[in-house]
């Protein structure tokens, strides 16, 4: 009975400590969270320039190579800033001041229609849209705050920027021979198949993220060239949305599609916005056929259902970074599984093989043990 006891006993304490472990894992994980994070974005950052780094790396020292795609990589959301902040504040502050005499078209127009004129009459609907529009103007100084408020948010994330940005410049120098010593602790028959699914992995974010930066830069050029012809204002921060929207798998082109739309009303209505909703629906049925297959021709294929269940669930855990970033890592993941399943049947194969070979086996073993001395 003792012996009986003693097992139970050990199992029991076994399964305890693994329980503790496992919630104090969890609860270490909880607290590292932010930096965690960071962490697996500095990854996601390193494997995306890893392309641009190697290739130009063959024609120079690759120092050379990361500091100036870094820099790149810097300078791009700062010239952006520039050229969208200051004609969003002007052109803000400008509406702000046309506001009023956008209230008094309208009411021009209501009392053209007897029953709009009706319905004014009785809630005094131009009234009160004129008298908040008067008092749009006082406002302007509320949202230059605003906008100082938002710039205070940003400058203080810059810390986070700033480490994600080292930690991926120090996994592109070194990570490399990180794979490479990791892969080493591993049997010499599995090092190969492991290397190929780092490399692959690697090809597919990496390609996967300049194609949607090249598909972005063509949605927010053609955008600014719609909108400056049509004489739409915000027309550089509307084609910068428009850009980054066009990001967001799925959803992200429709839904800058109706904000500019929205704000083409202001502008030459209806022609401007007919014109847009033309364009728009010509233009994503062309991007969707034509320059999203040519961009991402040597990138992962995923399955649309998948497509659709990574960015919920990307955009669910992380928002719109995770809905961002759910493609390239249903793509990774889909090669995994692929590379697994395929060494699962070369397996299965191998001992299919040794189990047909047995009998033979079994037949020289005797033969070989009468004939031996």
Do not use: C
Not at 164 to 189: N, Q, Y
Not at 322 to 341: D, F, H, K
Not at 357 to 370: F, S
Request: aromatic fraction near 6%; glycine fraction near 8%.
């Amino acid at each position: 009975m003792s012996p009986r006891v003693e097992i139970s006993t050990r199992t029991m304490v076994r399964a305890v400590a693994v329980v503790v472990a496992a919630v104090l894992a969890l609860w270490l994980i909880y607290l590292l969270r932010t930096p965690i994070g960071w962490v697996l974005m500095a990854t996601f950052i390193a494997v995306a320039v890893s392309g641009p780094v190697n290739r130009l790396a063959q024609h120079m020292r690759r120092g050379a190579a990361i500091a100036i795609v870094y820099l790149g990589l810097v300078l791009v959301p700062i010239g952006l800033a520039l050229i969208v902040v200051p004609p969003l504040v002007t052109q803000a502050s400008d509406l702000a001041q046309d506001v009023p005499r956008y209230a008094r078209d309208l009411q021009r127009w209501v009392n053209k229609n007897e029953r709009l004129r009706e319905l004014d009459d009785k809630y005094d609907l131009t009234g009160q849209l004129q008298k908040q529009a008067s008092k749009l103007p006082e406002h302007a100084g509320d949202a230059a705050q605003v906008l100082g408020n938002i710039g205070l948010g940003l400058v203080n994330s810059i810390f986070a920027l700033v480490n994600i940005i080292i930690l991926s410049i120090f996994i592109v120098a070194g990570g490399r021979r990180w794979t490479d010593a990791a892969l080493m602790l591993r049997p010499p028959d599995e090092r190969e198949r492991l290397r190929r699914v780092l490399d692959r992995t690697a090809s597919a974010v990496g390609g996967y993220v300049q194609g949607a930066l090249t598909i972005a830069l063509i949605a927010g050029t053609a955008t600014f060239i719609v909108l400056t012809l049509l004489g739409v204002p915000f027309a550089a921060p509307l084609a910068v949305l428009a850009g980054f929207a066009s990001l967001i798998p799925l959803v992200g082109a429709t839904v800058a599609a109706i904000i500019i739309g929205a704000v083409t009303l202001f502008t030459n209505f209806p022609t401007a916005t007919i014109i847009w909703a033309i364009w728009a629906v010509v233009y994503q049925q062309v991007e969707n056929n034509l320059i999203q297959p040519l961009v991402h021709r040597r990138t992962v294929e995923v399955q649309p259902f998948v497509v659709l269940v990574a960015v919920l669930f990307g955009a669910t855990l992380l928002g719109i970074v995770g809905a961002v970033v759910a493609i390239p890592l249903a793509a990774s993941l889909q090669i995994i599984i692929r590379e697994w399943w395929e060494w699962r049947r070369e397996l299965r194969a191998e001992q299919e093989g040794v189990a047909a070979g047995e009998p033979n086996g079994d037949a020289d073993g005797p033969a070989g043990a009468i004939t031996a001395p």
